[in-house]
């Protein structure tokens, strides 16, 4: 796997990685992660937007980062942006379904568990700076 936060070459790290491109890119964040692997697409790569984080907090500023036109067109690759709330008919089920896998040891959660009141400023701003590691979470 690959490590972004101790890499110092995103890009070149996945090109090691997904030698032939990457086929499926599914977007959380919109910042240094989804520009290497823009700059690394499979033929007929999809891409999947989901949420951009990394831009948290600067609506006043344009959403102008490098352009990867020309490289979704020569790779032929479909991006489509994906809101949760396209989809609320479906939250009960998926719901039950995660439960039921986390029950049987399917799925797992890491926790990054803080201790105080006074922590919690920091633990926000460990979200927006990807300085946790799993759900970050403020015990009062």
């Known amino acids: 796997g690959i490590n972004y936060r101790t890499e110092d070459d995103l890009a070149a790290a996945i090109k090691q990685a997904c030698p032939k491109g990457v086929d499926v890119f599914?977007?959380?964040?919109?910042?240094?992660i989804h520009d290497a692997v823009m700059n690394n697409l499979a033929q007929n790569a999809r891409i999947i937007i989901c949420g951009t984080i990394s831009l948290a907090g600067q609506f006043e500023q344009p959403d102008?980062?490098?352009r990867f036109l020309r490289k979704i067109?020569?790779?032929?690759?479909?991006?489509?942006?994906?809101?949760i709330f396209d989809h609320l008919d479906k939250f009960d089920?998926?719901?039950e379904q995660l439960a039921a896998w986390e029950k049987a040891g399917k799925l797992t959660f890491k926790t990054d568990i803080r201790d105080g009141i006074d922590a919690?400023?920091?633990?926000?701003?460990?979200?927006?700076?990807s300085q946790n590691f799993g759900k970050q979470v403020v015990r009062i």
């Open 93 to 95: 089920a998926a719901r």
């Open 64 to 66: 102008m980062g490098e």
């Open 120 to 129: 919690m400023p920091q633990a926000f701003l460990n979200l927006l700076t």
């Open 26 to 32: 599914f977007d959380n964040t919109a910042g240094p």
């Open 73 to 83: 067109l020569v790779a032929r690759a479909r991006m489509e942006g994906f809101l």
